[in-house]
C-alpha cells in the first residue's frame, strides 16, 4: 500500500496517475470523518491513530505534501508546514508500523547553484538558502534523527526544478511566454542546469517506495540531462510544436534589467549553473530515467492547441 499526502498538487496528481492499479491511500486535508475506499481527511496526522486498520503492515508513505517557495511567505509558515507537519507524521508513521517513509525535498537543500566543473552529489556540503530550502533541510535532520532509532524507513528524493504539462512556477511562466510569442532573450546562455520531468520523478519514487536498498538513502533527482537555458527553452517550444527565436542579448544587459525591474532572483535562477549527479541512483537502485528530455516535454504539445 502507498499512503501519498499532497495528492491534489502538481506531482501528486501525476503520481495517483502513475499508480493506477495499485493501493493506495491518499491523506487529505478535511474532516477526520470523511473518508472513501481510498482516502482520508484529516487536519492533524494524530487522527490518523484512529484509523489504524487502514493501514497494511507493508504501507509506505510517500510525503508530497508542503508549503512552496511563494513570496512574502513567512519562516513560521515554512516551519509549521515543512518541518512540523511530516515529522508529525513520522512520528505517527511509527504507531501505525508504516514501513517505510520517503520525504520529497528539494535540490535547494544542497544550494541554488553550482560552480562551473562542480556538480551535487549526496555528500555535497549543504547549503540551503531561501527559508523554503532551509525548512526541507530542517525537516531531513530531524526526521534522519528520529529514523535512526525507528523501524520505519526513511529515504529522501531533492528534484531540481520539476517539469511537465500544468506545471506551477517558473515552468508554467516559460511555456505560457513561449507559445505566446515564440522568443527568448537566451541566445548567448551557456549555462549547464538539470531538471527532472514529472513523470520521471514519479517513476523514481515509486521505485523509492518498493526497492529494499533504498532505505537510509538520499537521492538526488534528475533527467541525466544537464541543458542551458537555452536548450530548455528550445525544448519546451519543440514540445509546443512550434518555432522559437534565441535573441542574442548579452547576459550582463539581461542582469541590469532584471536588477531594475527586481527581478534578479529570478535572472540568476534561469542563468546560473545546478548540474546535479544523479549516479547513485543508478548504482542503489537500478534506476534511470525512463524518459527522455525530449519525449517527456511531447506533453506540452495538447496544452498548445
Not at 493501514?55 to 508542503?66: C, E, N, Q
Not at 517539469?163 to 505560457?176: D, I, M, Q, R, V
Not at 541566445?187 to 521505485?207: K, P, Q, T
Request: net charge positive; charged share 20%; hydrophobic share 40%.
Amino acid at each position: 500500500m502507498l499512503v501519498i499526502t499532497g495528492s491534489s498538487g502538481f506531482i501528486g496528481k501525476k503520481l495517483v496517475e502513475s499508480l493506477s492499479g495499485r493501493e493506495t491511500l491518499l491523506l487529505l486535508r478535511g474532516n477526520a470523518s470523511k473518508f472513501s475506499r481510498n482516502s482520508l481527511y484529516t487536519n492533524s496526522p494524530n487522527e490518523l491513530l484512529g484509523h489504524y486498520d487502514r493501514f497494511s503492515s507493508d504501507a509506505v508513505i510517500i510525503h508530497l505534501a508542503g508549503l512552496a517557495h511563494v513570496k512574502g511567505t513567512s519562516e513560521k509558515a515554512f516551519e509549521q508546514a515543512n518541518v512540523q507537519y511530516p515529522i508529525e507524521l513520522f512520528k505517527v508513521a511509527e504507531k501505525l508500523n508504516v514501513k517505510r517513509f520517503v520525504f520529497v525535498s528539494s535540490i535547494g537543500v544542497n544550494g541554488d547553484s553550482t560552480r562551473i566543473g562542480s556538480v551535487f552529489t549526496p555528500n555535497s556540503l549543504l547549503k540551503p538558502r531561501s527559508e523554503y530550502a532551509k525548512s526541507k533541510h530542517r525537516a531531513e535532520l530531524q526526521l534522519r534523527e528520529l529514523s535512526r532509532n525507528s523501524h520505519v524507513e526513511l529515504v529522501i528524493v531533492r528534484p531540481p526544478l520539476v517539469y511537465g504539462s500544468n506545471a506551477p512556477g517558473n515552468f508554467g511562466l516559460l511555456t505560457e511566454f513561449i507559445s505566446k510569442f515564440g522568443i527568448t532573450p537566451f541566445g548567448l546562455a551557456d549555462n549547464r542546469r538539470s531538471f527532472v520531468s514529472v513523470d520521471n520523478l514519479c517513476s523514481l519514487l515509486e521505485i523509492c517506495a518498493d526497492h529494499p536498498r533504498a532505505s537510509g538513502n538520499v537521492f538526488l533527482a534528475s533527467d541525466n540531462e544537464t541543458v542551458s537555458i537555452k536548450e530548455f527553452t528550445h525544448a519546451i517550444a519543440k514540445g509546443q510544436g512550434k518555432r522559437i527565436l534565441h535573441l542574442p542579448i548579452p547576459i550582463t544587459l539581461i542582469r541590469l534589467f532584471g536588477k531594475l525591474v527586481g527581478k534578479s532572483a529570478l535572472v540568476d535562477q534561469l542563468f546560473s549553473n545546478l548540474e546535479v549527479d544523479s549516479s547513485h541512483i543508478k548504482e542503489t537502485l537500478g534506476w534511470t530515467p525512463p524518459l527522455t528530455m525530449k519525449q517527456a516535454m511531447n506533453s506540452l504539445r495538447n496544452l498548445s492547441k
